[in-house]
């Protein structure tokens, strides 16, 4: 399809408009209302040509065949200018002293060689709204070209902007008029990335001085996996910006992404080495650290053996970084004894999908929810948690898809689903086999499906004769009627998908939850089949995915080899130079336990703060206590680097060259923007540098040849290389070879399970590890909010902490009203293991009976409360329901 611009040909795509081919041909072509990621508006009438011999919009007028389009008419070109002039007449002089590098209303003036001299018209006084920390608004800037209002509706899904006012007056306001700090706004940072004149804009990008460079990188922040370009000034960052083209966010961010930086320069980040001396941490040399480090690690293991000492490698660092680790302990230390914190979040996802698929992972991606009629989405909260995933259901639920939420806590999405199982916590067993009796009770099955490629189909429908509605309510407290509108929406979909996060893991019982939830899926034949949306877990840390498909597991190497199979390790071994040793080593808690027990005398913790993220903060604190060494990376002086003998200071994400895998099994680059400051080095440095000490060389002379290594012992990863993923941009695992794509969809040749179908999961409904009774009558949930991130130890260093200042716990008004509790008013929150108090919020998103709080403050440590119960099969904590009394504080 063919169309001529100024007498040239130029071929385009079905759907495309002028506008798109004059770009694709390399045209700079102004406009000012114009942005690919929301409907065309085509208001500002600067993109004006002639199509076919009357004047038109290029970017509303669609191409057609032998289109005859004209830039290079003089009166058209005028009149476009005319619609500029008029634009830029009712702004103040200073609109044009924005960069234009921050200003398509500069370029376009550049453009069409307009200069302040034009100004006529009168100009608007309406002053700042700067109360927001990150989105000021100049409204005098303001041309109500409504970009930003569509970016918040069309995008994101907020709805906080409008544009108000007539005429001339016209500008825009959060919905309420109220200051931008106090709107609905969630701060993803949409508007001001889409406003063409800086109208919108952020601190940083008020500072005149021109941007230095961009390095194009991966976030480093939850699971998704966002592209975001990182625009630097001297060296420093000035802004990250979400990159246009990126796969997964599609130029979207969400706001620790997009503005939660600064921490990278905090005046407490670490700089030097510590070591413990006379009972402080003080200043050193890496020479003495790393020495004292090889000497007391030596010691140990000629003392005790090397299971004596243990490593926690973490999800924050990178593959190529969790690579070494492992390596490290199983060459240099000999022993299997390395977790990470998967073990916190989606252990049972790994252990439960590959018992169901045969592989870890999430059997599609991401954009596979676009096709989706039915998202049901159990035990996550990602307007919260993954926002930019969040913000793409809210679009699909909008676009006429049905929603099914189950949660005990009324979350943003549960207000808009087509129904809000609202289950007690810990009862998900008994939920989900619920619906999969319903499923089967009303014919809702793919027969074929089930007949063709599962398997265990007789011991599930006898498990479900107990899982009659009446019995499952009795247990989750939901209706039959929500449990049947549940079953018939997600039963009659055409293409359902099945989205889930910790409320499913998380528990005494997390592995038998995703077994019976990928039931459902089975059920309905919607893995491995074409255009199936299958079952996603929304993975939580960057690269948790990637630690453990790196091998930083106790009982696998990379690629979920077993450690117990002979040939794997002999292969191992002989690119390694060293025998891999045989015994599978300690999950986390087990090592706890194992220090306690004086089994465990190190502890070598790289990038995860023990003593505030794992449960019950006593026995981790005690377990530090018994180790006769431990060692901790971190950024900062975090709880567990308090505790510890000697702390090396890390890099983060913006100073790191490797790779993550973002929760839809996508492999992708991650480049340093900035030097690490100070004397600080990145994990796979200290990790060689130690090794060393050691009298080792773990080879893997950088990043890229560790990735190297990897790939040759790895079948699944066997096809990825940097410069691969430099060329061709992200990859998703399974990758075998350098010649083919990866797999977005698993499973459609055949499970990958040793009889080639799927499983389905006979599993009863069990108890979770506490139960309220008189002593503890609530039940504590823990989880997330969204501006701050995990121990907090990043996002309170950055200004996060003026959009939430501190932990809260939240409780149900009548709950507040009976107990004496107002808003702000402190409680003590007491368990079976500890006690903490914080400032009490009422809110109704959490029922009668339940509280809710996360563990973003060091200060108000949450996990003083949490149980050591842990799911039996993989260890993962019961964080999810612990039981609570509740006093005036
Ligand atoms: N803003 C922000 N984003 C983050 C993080 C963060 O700290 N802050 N952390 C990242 C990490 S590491 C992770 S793992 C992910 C986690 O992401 P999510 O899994 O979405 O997060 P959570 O808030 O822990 O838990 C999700 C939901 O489970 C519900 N739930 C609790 N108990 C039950 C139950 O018994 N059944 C059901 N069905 N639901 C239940 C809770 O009410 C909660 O709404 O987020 C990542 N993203
Ligand atoms: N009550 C309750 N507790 C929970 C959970 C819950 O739902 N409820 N969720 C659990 C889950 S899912 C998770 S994943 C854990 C998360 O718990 P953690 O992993 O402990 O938390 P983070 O804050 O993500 O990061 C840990 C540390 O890594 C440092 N860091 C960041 N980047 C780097 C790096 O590149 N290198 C090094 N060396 N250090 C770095 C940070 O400064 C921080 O101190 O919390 C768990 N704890
Ligand atoms: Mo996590």
């Known amino acids: 399809m063919r169309l001529t611009i100024d007498g040239t040909a130029a071929d385009y795509r079905e759907g495309e408009t002028v506008l798109d081919v004059m770009r694709s041909i390399g045209s700079y072509v102004p406009t000012l209302c114009q942005d690919d990621r929301i409907s065309p508006r085509g208001s500002c009438r600067i993109c004006l040509v002639e199509v076919d011999g009357t004047t038109a919009a290029a970017c509303t007028t669609p191409a057609s065949d032998g289109m005859v389009v004209r830039r290079d008419n003089p009166h058209v070109r005028l009149a476009a200018r005319g619609a500029l002039e008029l634009i830029v007449s009712e702004l103040p002089p200073r609109a044009l002293d924005v960069p234009a590098d921050r200003s398509e209303l500069v370029r376009a003036c550049d453009h069409f060689g307009i200069t302040t001299t034009s100004f006529t018209g009168e100009a608007h006084r309406r002053g700042l709204d700067h109360s927001h920390p990150y989105v000021k608004l100049d409204r005098d800037l303001c041309i109500a070209c409504g970009r930003c209002v569509a970016m918040c509706s069309e995008v994101q899904g907020t709805f906080a902007l409008e544009l108000v006012g007539r005429g001339f007056d016209t500008v825009v306001s959060p919905g309420a008029g109220e200051p931008w700090v106090d709107s609905p706004c969630v701060g993803c940072g949409g508007c001001v990335d889409s406003c063409p004149t800086g109208a919108l804009s952020e601190p940083e990008l008020l500072d005149p001085r021109p941007l230095t460079g961009t390095v194009t990188t991966t976030c480093g922040y939850c699971g998704v996996g966002c592209t975001l370009d990182v625009h630097l000034r001297g060296g420093e960052v000035a802004v990250i910006t979400p990159t246009r083209s990126a796969p997964v966010n599609r130029g979207h961010a969400c706001i620790k992404g997009r503005f939660a930086h600064t921490f990278t320069r905090?005046?407490?980040?670490?700089?030097?080495?510590?070591?413990?001396?006379?009972?402080?941490?003080?200043?050193?040399?890496?020479?003495?650290?790393?020495?004292f480090v090889a000497d007391q690690l030596t010691a140990i293991r000629a003392q005790h053996g090397p299971d004596a000492i243990g490593m926690i490698s973490s999800a924050r660092a990178t593959n190529e970084e969790n690579y070494l680790a492992q390596k490290f302990v199983r060459t240099v230390i000999g022993t299997n004894t390395i977790d990470n914190c998967s073990r916190l979040c989606h252990a049972p996802s790994a252990a439960g999908l590959t018992a169901s698929f045969g592989l870890a992972g999430g059997t599609n991606?991401?954009?596979?929810?676009?096709?989706?009629?039915c998202v049901l989405l159990a035990g996550a909260n990602p307007t919260e948690a993954h926002?930019?995933?969040?913000?793409?259901?809210?679009?699909l639920v909008l676009g006429g898809a049905g929603l099914i939420v189950i949660d005990p806590r009324e979350t943003e999405l549960a207000a808009l689903a087509d129904v809000h199982l609202r289950l007690r916590p810990g009862t998900n067993v008994a939920a989900f086999n619920g619906l999969a009796r319903l499923l089967l009770d009303h014919g809702h099955i793919a027969t074929d499906f089930l007949t063709e490629r599962a398997a265990g189909l007789d011991e599930l429908t006898a498990v479900l004769h107990d899982y009659a509605p009446e019995r499952v309510s009795e247990i989750t407290g939901l209706t039959t009627a929500d449990l049947t509108q549940a079953a018939e929406l997600y039963g009659q979909a055409t293409n359902p998908a099945i989205v889930y996060g910790l409320g499913v893991t998380e528990h005494a019982h997390g592995t038998d939850g995703v077994r019976t939830l990928a039931n459902l899926a089975i059920l309905r034949g919607t893995v491995g089949t074409p255009g199936c949306c299958g079952i996603l877990p929304l993975r939580g840390q960057n690269n948790v995915q990637g630690a453990s498909d790196m091998g930083a597991l106790p009982d696998l190497l990379p690629g979920y080899q077993p450690i117990t199979d002979p040939r794997v390790r002999e292969r191992f071994a002989r690119v390694w130079g060293s025998p891999v040793p045989e015994r599978p080593g300690l999950r986390i808690p087990q090592m706890f336990d194992a220090a306690v027990a004086g089994e465990l005398r190190a502890l070598y913790v790289i990038g995860e703060d023990i003593a505030q993220s794992d449960p019950c903060t006593s026995h981790v604190e005690h377990a530090l206590r018994c180790c006769d060494l431990v060692v901790c990376h971190d950024l900062f002086l975090s709880r567990t680097a308090e505790l510890a003998d000697v702390v090396l200071p890390a890099a983060n994400f913006l100073e790191k060259d490797g790779t993550f895998v973002n929760f839809d099994r996508r492999v992708q680059r991650v480049r340093p923007a900035l030097d690490p400051p100070g004397a600080a080095k990145t994990d796979f440095d200290i990790l060689r540098h130690l090794a060393h000490a050691l009298g080792n060389d773990l080879g893997c002379a950088g990043p890229a040849t560790a990735m190297d290594e990897c790939a040759a012992l790895t079948p699944t990863f066997g096809g990825i290389s940097h410069a691969r993923l430099d060329h061709e941009g992200p990859l998703h695992w399974p990758c075998p070879d350098t010649d083919r794509p990866g797999q977005p969809v698993l499973h459609l040749d055949g499970f990958a399970t040793?009889?080639?179908?799927?499983?389905?999961?006979?599993?009863?409904?069990?108890?979770?590890?506490?139960?309220?009774?008189?002593?503890?009558?609530?039940?504590?949930?823990?989880?997330?909010?969204?501006?701050?991130?995990?121990?907090?130890?990043?996002?309170?260093?950055?200004?996060?902490?003026?959009?939430?200042?501190?932990?809260?716990?939240?409780?149900?008004?009548?709950?507040?009203?009976?107990?004496?509790?107002?808003?702000?008013?402190?409680?003590?929150?007491?368990?079976?293991?500890?006690?903490?108090?914080?400032?009490?919020?009422?809110?109704?998103?959490?029922?009668?009976?339940?509280?809710?709080a996360a563990f973003h403050f060091a200060t108000t440590p949450t996990n003083a409360l949490t149980s050591p119960h842990t799911d039996s099969a993989t260890g993962c904590p019961e964080y999810k329901v612990t039981a609570v009394a509740l006093r005036p504080g």
């Open 266 to 291: 905090a005046d407490d980040r670490l700089t030097t080495p510590l070591i413990r001396r006379d009972g402080q941490l003080q200043e050193t040399s890496w020479d003495d650290a790393l020495g």
């Open 365 to 373: 991606c991401l954009d596979d929810l676009d096709r989706t009629d």
């Open 754 to 852: 040793p009889d080639g179908r799927a499983h389905l999961a006979a599993c009863p409904y069990l108890p979770p590890g506490e139960q309220a009774d008189a002593e503890f009558p609530f039940l504590l949930v823990t989880g997330r909010r969204l501006v701050h991130y995990n121990t907090g130890s990043m996002t309170r260093r950055t200004p996060d902490t003026e959009l939430l200042p501190a932990e809260t716990l939240d409780v149900h008004p009548a709950d507040a009203a009976l107990l004496g509790l107002t808003d702000t008013a402190p409680v003590e929150v007491t368990s079976r293991w500890g006690s903490v108090t914080m400032p009490t919020r009422t809110t109704r998103e959490v029922s009668q009976g339940q509280v809710f």
């Open 387 to 395: 926002p930019v995933v969040g913000a793409r259901i809210k679009q």
